[in-house]
Structures are given as C-alpha cells and as structure tokens.
C-alpha cells in the first residue's frame, strides 16, 4: 500500500492549490484518509481529515480556507487550499487509516510528500 502526494509548487500569496492523494495498492477498506503539513521549524500536523462516511475534520491553518473532499471510487483524496499566505509554505503529506488485503491493517500511514511554496 503507497500513498502518493502531489499538486505542489510555487504559488502567490492569495492564490489557491489542489493536491491530490493517490492511494494505491491491495486495499479491502479506507477508514481515513487525510492530509499533513510540516512547516519550516516546526513538527508535522495532522491539518485535515476525511472519513468513509464522509465526515470532515479540521485543524488550525486549515480551517476557513481548505477544503478536504475524496473520490474513494478512485482511491483518491484532493486538498483544495485557498487564499494561501506565506506561513503555508511547506511539505504537505497524506496519511491513512485502512485495511490492506489480505487482513493487514495500516494506521498513520503516511507517504512522501508535496512541497508548497508560497512566494511573491
């Protein structure tokens, strides 16, 4: 099972960025999926989360201008961020919570991650 980040790249403070998560794999179930943000000087967060039913979470920096959404037909999860400021520039990773086949469950998964540059 692989997580694959991407979307990342330089953006205007103000712009807006859609990342996407590919979740790959022999996957049985995707209890959550979500995204993560190491900033410069300061630990990785978990900034937002979606679940199997749909239920959205957020924390922090994304509250108000991201936007989390999934197409689990497609093993995939976007980010929209919007209204970027120069304090979002970082490394944006996804991270998961599921059931590989056969019976192998995987908590806090993460895989590599995007860079985020917010530059004028």
């Known amino acids: 099972v692989q997580l694959q980040a991407s979307g990342g790249g330089l953006v205007q403070p103000g712009g807006s960025l859609r990342l996407s998560c590919a979740v790959s794999?022999?996957?049985?179930?995707?209890?959550?999926v979500g995204w993560g943000r190491q900033v410069p000087g300061k630990q990785r967060e978990l900034i937002a989360v979606?679940?199997?039913?749909?239920?959205?979470t957020y924390e922090g920096p994304a509250k108000g201008r991201f936007t989390i959404s999934r197409d689990y037909a497609k093993n995939t999860v976007f980010l929209q961020m919007n209204n970027l400021t120069f304090e979002d520039t970082g490394v944006y990773s996804c991270?998961?919570?599921?059931?590989?086949?056969?019976?192998?469950?995987?908590?806090?998964?993460w895989g590599p991650g995007t860079q985020v540059t917010v530059s004028s």
């Open positions: 979606v679940t199997a039913d749909d239920r959205k």
């Open positions: 991270n998961a919570d599921l059931v590989g086949r056969p019976y192998k469950t995987y908590r806090d998964l």
């Open positions: 794999g022999s996957i049985d179930r995707i209890n959550a």
